[in-house]
Structure formats: C-alpha cells, structure tokens
C-alpha cells in the first residue's frame, strides 16, 4: 500500500516560513493528484493545494493564494508546500493525500484513498 510521510512542520512567528514535504513511497497511478490538507483549532478540515502530475495544474484555497505554493518533483515522488508570510489561523496539522485526478473536485476528501500521518505547524503572534 502506498505510503506518503509529511514533513517540514514546526513552530515559527507570524510572517515567517516553513516549506513541507510529502514523499510517496511509489506511485499508485501514472498520472494523479496529490493535495495539502489541513486541521485548525476550531474549523473543519480543509483542503489547502493540490497538484496534478503535469505540474501546470495547481488548486489552492482563496486564504493562501498570494502566501502558498504547492510544487512537486515526479522523479522523487515529493510535494512541496511553500508557506510565506506565515499567519495564527495557517496553525494546524497539515496531511497530505492523493487521488486520481484533481479537477473541479480536487478537495473532496472522501475522493483520497491514501492518506499520510501529518505534520504539525504552529504559527504564533
């Protein structure tokens, strides 16, 4: 079964940044969607940016447009995500996971049979 490790969390002040990693322990399919998910303290569970194997295709939530960048590298089976200018509500546990196909459905969680552990980012004032 395919397993994804996320890493690259920590602790850091408002307007910082953190770069997380998810590797893949191989490739379920020849193509498909990988997508950052985050937990905050208090809100539900979300989906935060995605990205398909051709690497043009990019998804992410209005919150973290201008802040976040999601990117991956096939070779090694990796995505990235780049979090600048950091803020207290970017707090949470992050996971990452992957279904086939991104598209207009990208952060339906039900859609993502694989799933990783997470890594915790904590962003203070």
């Known amino acids: 079964r395919v397993q994804l490790v996320e890493s690259g969390g920590g602790s850091v002040q408002a307007g910082g940044s953190l770069r997380l990693s998810c590797v893949a322990s191989?490739?379920?399919?020849?193509?498909?969607?990988m997508t950052w998910f985050r937990r905050s303290p208090g809100k539900e569970r979300e989906a935060v940016a995605a990205?398909?194997?051709?690497?043009?295709?990019?998804y992410y939530v209005d919150s973290v447009k201008a802040r976040f960048t999601v990117s991956r590298d096939n070779l090694k089976n990796t995505m990235y995500l780049q979090m600048n200018d950091l803020k207290p509500e970017d707090t949470g546990m992050y996971y990452c996971?992957?279904?086939?196909?991104?598209?207009?459905?990208?952060?339906?969680?039900?859609?993502?049979?694989?799933w990783g552990q997470g890594t915790q980012v904590t962003v203070s004032s």
């Open positions: 996971g992957i279904k086939i196909m991104c598209g207009t459905t990208w952060g339906r969680q039900g859609d993502y049979p694989y």
């Open positions: 191989e490739s379920p399919y020849r193509n498909f969607c």
């Open positions: 990205i398909y194997s051709d690497g043009g295709h990019t």
